[in-house]
T-cell receptor
Framework: SQELEQSPQSLIVQEGKNLTINCTSS?????LYWYKQKYGEGLIFLMM?????EEKSHEKITAKLDEKKQQSSLHITASQPSHAGIYLC??????????FGKGTLLTVNP | GAGVSQSPRYKVTKRGQDVALRCDPI?????LYWYRQALGQGPEFLTY????????KSGLPNDRFSAERPEGSISTLTIQRTEQRDSAMYRC??????????FGSGTRLTVV
């Protein structure tokens, strides 16, 4: 079965700083999803990456998929308190199931 | 509806009681998924429906857990004879074509 390891497990940054979260898969990634989870809310879809080398951006968040390394990274530029939460990566294979990492807890101090 | 709706948001039940968790997916979404998320962990797959057919229930922990989606829309996850280890966030998601999953806010189940 596929396993996803996220690093770091938690991260505390000062507002305005850049940060990167990594997601490494035990198997080839066919599709990689990034979600954000805030307390009391559902999982908020951020981005989906499918092709090796693909890079997508939304506002100040950029995600890349490095298929060769079986890894994806999520980069936040000029972090804000609104970016705080738990970031989860999920891998979708050739089927419908998503396998998730354990998440990265991001705290942004004003 | 505009999003995936789950009810109740919070459920506290006594050990041994049965509970039913409801999921109302986005209108028109063919696929519906149930996941369970323990504290500090990512969501884990429980079961999956395509229309009213339960296509995969391999993630259900044991036979106390069951799910149905009789008319291909609303789904119910039922846990019989609840145990403390069943305490978790139960999440429902729906999708149109197997990707772009939209998750609901979840039901926080606490078994005391």
């Amino acid at each position: 079965s596929q396993e996803l390891e996220q690093s770091p497990q938690s991260l505390i940054v000062q507002e305005g700083k850049n940060l990167t979260i990594n997601c490494t898969s035990s198997k080839t990634l066919y599709g990689l999803y990034w979600y954000k989870q805030k307390y009391g809310e559902g999982l908020i879809f951020l981005m989906m990456l499918q092709k090796g080398g693909e890079e997508k951006s939304h506002e100040k968040i950029t995600a890349k998929l490095d298929e060769k390394k079986q890894q994806s990274s999520l980069h936040i530029t000029a972090s804000q308190p609104s970016h705080a939460g738990i970031y989860l990566c999920g891998a979708g294979g050739s089927n419908y199931k998503l396998t998730f990492g354990k998440g990265t807890l991001l705290t942004v101090n004003p | 509806g505009a999003g995936v709706s789950q009810s109740p948001r919070y459920k506290v039940t006594k050990r041994g009681q049965d509970v039913a968790l409801r999921c109302d997916p986005i209108s028109g979404h063919v696929s519906l998924y149930w996941y369970r998320q323990a504290l500090g962990q990512g969501p884990e797959f429980l079961t999956y429906f395509n229309y009213e057919a339960q296509q995969d229930k391999s993630g259900l922990p044991n036979d106390r857990f069951s799910a149905e989606r009789p008319e291909g829309s609303i789904s119910t996850l039922t846990i019989q004879r609840t145990e403390q280890r069943d305490s978790a966030m139960y999440r429902c998601a729906s999708s149109l074509a197997g990707d772009g999953y939209t998750f609901g806010s979840g039901t926080r189940l606490t078994v005391v």
